[in-house]
């Protein structure tokens, strides 16, 4: 296989919002910068992103960053680390109106400001409410929105794409300095390795390990199986996000603005039951409150359908006007996926797979942190990590909604500073090593070796099976230990993966593969964090320790690839400059 | 919901791979049994799991929102994710969209077109000089302008209204209804220090709006419902005034 070698001072893998708000920052500095992408990048799966971008710009009342950063830390079971966390909820407004100069086409209110809806968690006065609008919206097509305009910023920058060019590992120095990548040409089959003297990763979620997700087919989590293999631990991987309202049968999102605007969830005897769950925020309680609402509901057989297997989303009282000027998108999916018209009937929903709160361990600066030499968040150099794959960690054990988009605008936009910064201290590239590309090439080798023989969609379909049996919204020990070694079993199948179409562009099955193996390492980091974790927190919640316990997991856990090692680090409690926010129970 | 007995589907699919030598193209016939909500796109992925690996076509968010999915369907430009097939009869022909640059079977690349579109049209808000302030509160804006120019903004660049045009299949450089569309887009917005010189500049010719033959099937395509042929006449309006002017 011909090897060709390009050299950059960046390259950034992805072309999300997390990406392409990184590529701004490098571009517009003038340094020569890669932009590798499996698609072109308004096809990126921030596009689909529907009810709106997190700030407190206080438009619609009195808010403040400092209630934002409760919220989260909140929202977060207190696993979040709060030196990013007031990063997050600082910076929010300025990228939000940053966006909005770049041409970003929000919904407006009479004076003429941006619009904010209601979202779930977000309340005023550190917590106390009531809840307060902080979501900045275009209608419920906010991603959409935003990747253009990104879109648009970075073509009048020239930044440079490679589209349709797929990352398939790190290549790293002798001395553990991160060097580029190894890529994979789609259209010619060819396999390069682009040197780069900084290099971020911004390849978004891998919520493909389940069956029934609201994700994208390319959401494959290829930065967390990159860094995985080159020996990088994944952060908090225990935790995944259940969106409460995904279309039963379907898994395309309905938006949380839906409840935001007024909406809310029905059980089979048309019983409001989120007041009974949480009193004060009812069906704007936190997603993992809800989502655990629902799934009661259903367990309990007040579910509605033929098989009680769904509840029901209402938002005909809200009326045909209000929906179509702030919901058109919903009720378009609604009447294509669901069959219903929204202005008449309810939308039957059940919790789905959405979001990765794990990932890349980084700092509120986009570096990559890892136990070493300079404790247990020593910075690797020449490594970023922004957007869903990276773990800040802002989301901790439960994410807010609105809270990824603004993730991806800070944190982009931080991480290309950083990696200016970097560069201009770190000129000339370290040398590449003579077997930069081996384990790549191995691998590919191994998909077109006779070894061979275990079909891609097969264990694909395992896999999907298993993390959805395993690993729900309830969890149970016995589910959860089967499920690992389940998951070690189908790790164990994906080495012996054999591809029929071997030919040497486009190819489809190649990619699959690839990606599958990606899955697996994520699959695999997941259920083992997830048996280890001997509490309920955020979004893991288990049968047989149902409290949180802060006196033994008030930390991130740490996955290695090597032998499914796991390590813990500590959580930051201390902010940048505002006092800390002390753990306690967390009622909605 | 479940309404018993299934139909049989056939999908005549033309298969060809412009950089495979001695490909030439040809229509491949797939069987499948139908499935309660079944789209295009699930059609095609089962096909691809189940018959044919080799099968090419673009998927990403299966919602119609990304546009990476248009193609051809019984003659007709369309998003294959949000067609169902009950809607369609037994016999289903599917084709890649024209006019794009072809990669294999039913994918074809729309993303290059788009971003030399893009840098034609110069598709971005030019913002005045140094008005770049995030110290400063934004822009102020009256709701129903904006809501105008989201209305506009709601393009998802699938290339069905390009794959549907008249004067595109004549004229290689035809900047096409998304082109247009971008430009009545930044013509509203009053971030965008352009006038309708600066416009006429770059679609004042017939590879822009004079290019138009108001055949108008791009209006008829378009999976947003985005009003394209109001938008084209009233920039047509805009530019034949500017050229007299
Ligand atoms: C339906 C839906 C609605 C949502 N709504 C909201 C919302 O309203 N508010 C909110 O805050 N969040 C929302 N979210 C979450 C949010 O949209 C995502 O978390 C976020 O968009 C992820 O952005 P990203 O830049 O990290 O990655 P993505 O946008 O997923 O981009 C990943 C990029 O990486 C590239 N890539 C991946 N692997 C490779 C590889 N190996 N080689 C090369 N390139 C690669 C892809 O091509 C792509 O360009 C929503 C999510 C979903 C699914």
């Given amino acids: 296989m011909p090897l060709a070698k390009r050299q950059f001072d960046a390259v950034v893998v992805g072309a999300g919002g997390a990406g392409l708000r990184a590529a701004l920052q490098l571009s517009e500095a003038g340094l020569r910068t890669a932009v590798v992408t499996k698609v072109f990048p308004t096809r990126s799966h921030t596009v689909a992103a529907q009810g709106g971008v997190g700030a407190a710009l206080g438009n619609m009342g009195a808010d403040r960053w400092e209630w ?8 977060s079971d207190w696993l979040g680390d709060q030196d990013a966390i007031e990063y997050l909820a600082r910076k929010a407004p300025e990228v939000v109106i940053e966006l909005e100069h770049f041409g970003m086409p929000f919904d407006r209110n009479e004076d003429g400001t941006i619009y904010q809806r209601p979202f779930g968690g977000h309340m005023q006065n550190m917590g106390a409410g009531p809840a307060v609008q902080r979501s900045c919206c275009a209608a419920d097509r906010t991603g959409h929105a935003m990747l253009h305009t990104l879109y648009q910023r970075n073509v009048r920058a020239g930044t440079q794409f490679f589209v349709e060019w797929m990352a398939l590992d790190l290549v790293l120095g002798a001395d553990g ?6 890529a994979l040409e789609m259209e010619t089959g060819d396999v390069a390795v682009l040197q780069a003297r900084a290099t971020l990763f911004a390849t978004g979620g891998a919520g493909r390990i389940f069956a029934a997700t609201t994700n994208a087919f390319i959401n494959t989590g290829d930065g967390l199986g990159m860094a995985a293999r080159a020996g990088f631990p994944l952060e908090d991987m225990e935790f995944w996000q259940f969106h409460p309202t995904g279309v039963a049968g379907a898994g395309v999102l309905i938006t949380e603005g839906v409840r935001g605007e007024g909406g809310y969830l029905l059980n089979k005897g048309g019983e409001r039951f989120m007041e009974r769950y949480a009193p004060n925020a009812k069906d704007l309680a936190s997603r993992d409150v809800v989502s655990r609402a629902m799934a009661t509901e259903i367990k309990e057989g007040r579910g509605c359908g033929p098989d009680g297997d769904y509840v029901l ?18 009720r378009e999916i609604a009447k294509k996926f669901a069959n219903v018209d929204p202005v008449k009937d309810p939308i039957p929903v059940v919790p789905t797979v959405h979001y990765q709160m794990g990932g890349i361990p980084t700092n509120y600066l986009g570096e990559v942190v890892v136990p070493g030499k300079g404790g247990p968040n020593t910075v690797v150099p020449g490594f970023y990590a922004a957007g869903e794959c990276a773990c800040a960690s802002v989301h901790g054990a439960n994410r807010l909604g609105t809270n990824s988009l603004t993730d991806l605008l800070v ?3 931080a991480a290309g500073e950083t990696m200016v910064r970097f560069l201009e201290e770190n000129p000339g590239h370290p040398e590449l090593p003579a077997d930069a590309a081996d384990r790549t090439l191995a691998r590919i080798a191994r998909l077109e070796g006779p070894g061979g023989g275990e079909s891609v969609h097969e264990v694909g379909r395992e896999l999907r099976r298993t993390m959805q049996a395993h690993a729900g919204v309830f969890r149970f020990p016995d589910l959860l230990a089967e499920g690992v070694k389940r998951v070690k079993e189908i790790a164990e199948r994906a080495e012996h993966l054999a591809i029929a179409d071997k030919s040497r562009v486009f190819n489809t099955a190649r990619v699959e593969a690839l990606e599958l193996q990606n899955l697996v390492e994520v699959a695999r980091a997941t259920m083992v964090s997830a048996e280890a974790r001997k509490e309920s927190r955020g979004a893991h919640d288990r049968s047989d320790f149902h409290e949180r316990d802060d006196a033994n997991w008030l930390k991130h856990t740490l996955w290695y690839r090597e032998g499914d090692r796991l390590a813990y680090k500590p959580v930051n409690l201390k902010p940048l400059t505002v006092e800390s926010i002390a753990p306690k129970a967390r009622v909605y | 919901m479940a309404n018993g007995t299934h139909r049989k589907l056939r999908l005549h699919v033309m298969r ?3 950089r495979v030598p001695g490909d030439a193209p040809r229509l491949q016939t797939y069987e499948l049994e139908e499935a309660d909500g079944m789209t295009l796109f699930i059609a ?9 690996p080799s099968l090419q076509f673009d998927f990403v968010c299966r919602a119609g929102i990304c546009g990476s999915c248009a193609m051809v369907i019984d003659g007709r430009p369309g998003l294959a994710c949000r067609t169902l097939t009950k809607n369609l009869g037994e016999e289903i022909t599917l084709a890649p969209l024209p006019f794009f640059e072809l990669i294999g079977d039913l994918s074809v690349n729309t993303g290059k077109w788009m971003r030399a579109m893009s840098e034609r049209l110069e598709a971005w808000v030019h913002m005045r000089a140094g008005e770049l302030d995030l110290t400063r509160i934004e822009e102020r804006m009256d709701p129903a302008l904006a809501e105008r120019i989201y209305e506009l903004d709601r393009c998802i660049e699938c290339g069905c209204c390009v794959a549907a045009c008249g004067t595109a299949r004549m004229r290689e450089d035809f900047v096409g209804a998304v082109g247009l569309n971008k430009i009545a887009r930044f013509r509203l917005d009053p971030r965008d220090a352009r006038t309708d010189a600066d416009y006429y500049e770059v679609v004042g010719d017939d590879a822009g709006v004079f290019g138009c033959m108001s055949l108008l ?7 947003k419902n985005l009003p394209l042929a109001t938008q084209i006449a009233f920039v047509r309006r805009k530019m034949a005034r500017e050229g007299l002017g």
């Fill in chain 1, 411 to 413: 944190f982009g936009k």
């Fill in chain 1, 68 to 75: 934002h950063m409760y919220d989260t830390v909140k929202g």
């Fill in chain 2, 217 to 223: 099937a791009c209006h008829d395509v378009c999976p």
């Fill in chain 1, 177 to 182: 300095r991160v060097l580029g990548v190894t």
């Fill in chain 1, 313 to 330: 989303l209402k938002l005909d009282h809200l009326g045909v006007e209000k929906i179509e000027k702030r919901l058109p998108g919903i």
């Fill in chain 2, 44 to 52: 095609l992925t089962e096909i691809r799991e189940k018959q044919d």
């Fill in chain 2, 16 to 18: 060809y791979n412009p």
